[in-house]
């Protein structure tokens, strides 16, 4: 990792201790979003590094994985409308909930409502089970 961040290629560092050349791996994030997506740890460290970046992670006794990012394309939301779709929905539930939370705090400072916080913890003890007799 030293001598590529120094100026060398990965291939040459490689080539230059008699190790097989390294493997590019091409994915796009969203595939690691996919259902029983299972990426090795090597993999998962490429989109935690900036462009060019470079680290070395161990990989047991049997040595290390020298991890370097060459390049990063931005990604295409055409290519994945259902996940756009998915996301729009959410956000646009979150939005009408947080909507309705205002509404709602707003109604209660207009009115000036108080909260009773013995009779609350009464109630939610009597509706979970945990109430001890002779409570009301």
């Known amino acids: 990792a030293a001598e590529i961040r120094a100026g060398t290629t990965l291939a040459a560092a490689m080539t230059r201790r008699g190790l097989a050349p ?3 791996v091409s994915l796009r994030r969203i595939d690691l979003l ?3 997506a ?3 740890p090597p993999v998962l460290a490429l989109f935690s590094l900036p462009p060019a970046g470079v680290i070395a992670q161990p990989a047991g006794p049997a040595g290390a994985y020298v991890i370097q990012v060459t390049s ?5 939301p055409a290519t994945a409308p259902d996940i756009v779709a998915n996301l ?3 956000f646009a539930q979150l939005a ?3 909507l309705i939370e205002q509404f709602a705090r707003a109604a209660q400072q207009e009115v000036g ?3 009773n916080a013995a009779a ?3 109630v939610r003890a009597q509706l979970s089970g945990t109430a001890t007799t002779g409570q009301p």
């Open 22 to 24: 390294p493997q590019p």
């Open 34 to 36: 996919r259902p029983n």
């Open 38 to 40: 299972k990426v090795p």
């Open 72 to 76: 990063i394309v931005p990604g295409d």
């Open 88 to 90: 729009r929905r959410q």
């Open 96 to 98: 009408a909930n947080e």
């Open 113 to 115: 409502v108080r909260r």
């Open 120 to 122: 609350i913890a009464r």
